[in-house]
């Protein structure tokens, strides 16, 4: 488990020319994460820093600033300099977020600007084994029968697990309860004890509770199967159209120079083809993803338009 605070990782001269034809970077860059130390966007953001680290020559340091879902840590990136030394770990809360919080200091859209998208997270659909339900159509079967007896855990409102979890609901046709908790770590360890009895998590943190026999995974929540969990189906075999996941990315505030943002898009699309990288990526149920700045913007608003329809749909508000 990481420390809070900053995690500094050694650079290596590496592609230091380059970095010299734009005099970028000549200090440590900062490296926000909006979440706490130890999660599985957490671990991203320190793969991709020290990458950064290697080829740019210089520090690249992830801060966690957790709190707010994700927005304390979203505007101090927001509010900072926009001379590409300070960077977000953007993540599927920051579009949530867009229609979750009727009042934002802030616009993510229009302030923060794309750099490249990294990955798309697993989440795994998992049930207490004394759930009776091998699969997806026999859960939805079982909770069609008992409406509003299902207590559906999270890590907190807004959150992927949540939304996923309410898209589930929203196209499956079924009623269960949302049980937020404090953090993925309680709400595991509630739905290995049945106090709750569904939860869509990420596979990287129930990946060992499910080898153990622990939870029983039922599908992935990703349009094809992940390489982690490769013998899961996925939901969409059971609910055509179904598709979740935790899209991850980096972003800077707007007004950062295009000769910035590029270089910054080549070297993180050059550690997305690096096979080393992408093992550590498999390990953490995260699909690849590579692109433009623009291609990032793309898949951005996307989202933020999925996500809204589904904060309509449950009628959640979050201040």
Do not use: C
């Not at 970028?24 to 957490?42: C, E, H, K, L």
């Not at 802030?106 to 302030?111: E, P, Q, S, T």
């Not at 939304?163 to 309680?186: D, I, W």
């Not at 622990?214 to 992935?220: E, F, H, K, M, N």
């Amino acid at each position: 488990m990481f420390a809070f605070g900053l995690f500094v990782i050694t650079g290596v001269m590496a592609s230091a020319g380059v970095a010299g034809a734009l005099d970028y970077p000549v200090r440590p860059v900062r490296v926000i994460a909006a979440n706490a130390a130890g999660s599985t966007v957490d671990f991203l953001a320190r793969l991709m820093a020290q990458w950064l680290s290697e080829r740019l020559g210089q520090q690249f340091l992830v801060e966690n600033r957790p709190g707010a879902g994700g927005n304390i840590g979203t505007e101090s990136v927001v509010r900072a300099t926009p001379d590409g030394y300070t960077l977000l770990l953007v993540t599927t809360s920051n579009m949530i977020n867009a229609s979750l919080y009727e009042h934002l200091n802030y616009n993510f859209i229009r302030d923060i600007a794309p750099v490249a998208a990294i990955g798309r997270g697993t989440l795994v659909m998992e049930v207490n084994p004394a759930v009776p339900a091998q699969n997806v159509a026999e859960f939805i079967a079982y909770a069609k029968t008992n409406p509003g007896r299902i207590n559906m855990a999270s890590g907190g409102n807004g959150t992927s697990p949540h939304v996923s979890g309410e898209l589930f609901k929203m196209m499956a046709g079924v009623n269960m309860v949302h049980v937020p908790y404090r953090g993925v770590s309680q709400a595991i360890t509630d739905l290995i004890g049945g106090q709750v009895q569904v939860m869509f998590d990420t596979t990287a943190a129930s990946i060992g509770y499910i080898r153990a026999g622990q939870l029983r995974p039922l599908a992935v929540t990703t349009a094809a199967r992940s390489p982690a969990l490769p013998g899961i189906p996925t939901i969409a075999d059971f609910v055509p159209g179904y598709e979740a996941s935790a899209l991850n990315g980096i972003g800077v505030p707007r007004g950062t120079s295009a000769e910035i943002i590029d270089l910054l898009n080549r070297e993180i699309n050059a550690g997305l083809a690096d096979p080393k990288l992408q093992a550590r990526f498999d390990d953490l149920g995260a699909m690849i993803l590579k692109g433009s700045p623009g291609d990032f913007a793309t898949l951005i608003a996307a989202e933020t338009e999925k996500w809204a329809k589904v904060v309509r749909f449950i009628g959640a508000r979050a201040e």
